[in-house]
T-cell receptor, first 114, second 110 residues
């Protein structure tokens, strides 16, 4: 297993377009997380899944954002009607079940909205 | 929610020098990780350390949970150590969302 994989690595889109990102977690990890990072800041939590269930969503996740993990494996994050303020690095992480577990991050998808 | 403060925000060192990075948090934590963000943006795991002390080569970390802080030590720094260092904490026993600090940007000059 090569770790958490995200696709695409970079995305440039015009304002108002929809974009979708994919995350493939480490295969035996049941938990999957999405974070957003803007320049000069630490990552901010967006949402997380345990298997296919979305257990928590941040208030940062407006109604233009939707995340899915339909079969408890890979996940997608869709942004509808993108705005310039959506420009950021979108990071995915995964971790095993259990208490006191370590999360591992993918390379991220850098979104630029023009 | 929990607050995380990292210091210093920026650190410039000569190669070979030692450094200490600090992470203060406002509440008890059950999960704490240190990461190094490489120039391409990926977060590299350094330590999982909700309490105690760990060492890995030139890096070591200590978390004093009762006093709500963690320290990352880098000895004999190298230019490849440059980048942003983050600590991330979660007060819950079963990890859900982590709260990150704003990071320490380390520049190691040759």
């Amino acid at each position: 297993d090569t770790g958490v994989s995200q696709d695409p690595r970079h995305k440039i889109t015009k304002r108002g377009q929809n974009v979708t990102f994919r995350c493939d977690p480490i295969s035996e990890h049941n938990r999957l997380y999405w974070y957003r990072q803007t320049l000069g800041q630490g990552p901010e939590f967006l949402t997380y899944f345990q298997n296919e269930a979305q257990l928590e969503k941040s208030r940062l996740l407006s109604d233009r954002f939707s995340a899915e993990r339909p079969k408890g494996s890979f996940s997608t994050l869709e942004i509808q009607r993108t705005e310039q303020g959506d420009s950021a690095m979108y990071l995915c992480a995964s971790s095993p079940l259990g208490t006191r577990t370590e999360a591992f991050f993918g390379q991220g998808t850098r979104l630029t909205v023009v | 929610g929990i607050q995380v403060e990292q210091s210093p925000p920026d650190l410039i060192l000569q190669e070979g020098a030692n450094s200490t990075l600090r992470c203060n948090f406002s509440d008890s934590v059950n999960n704490l990780q240190w990461f190094h963000q490489n120039p391409w943006g990926q977060l590299i795991n350094l330590f999982y350390i909700p309490s105690g002390t760990k060492q890995n080569g030139r890096l070591s970390a200590t978390t004093v949970a009762t006093e709500r802080y963690s320290l990352l030590y880098i000895s004999s720094s190298q230019t490849t150590d440059s980048g942003v260092y983050f600590c991330a904490v979660d007060p819950r026993l079963v990890a859900g969302k982590s709260t990150f600090g704003d990071g320490t940007t380390l520049t190691v000059k040759p």
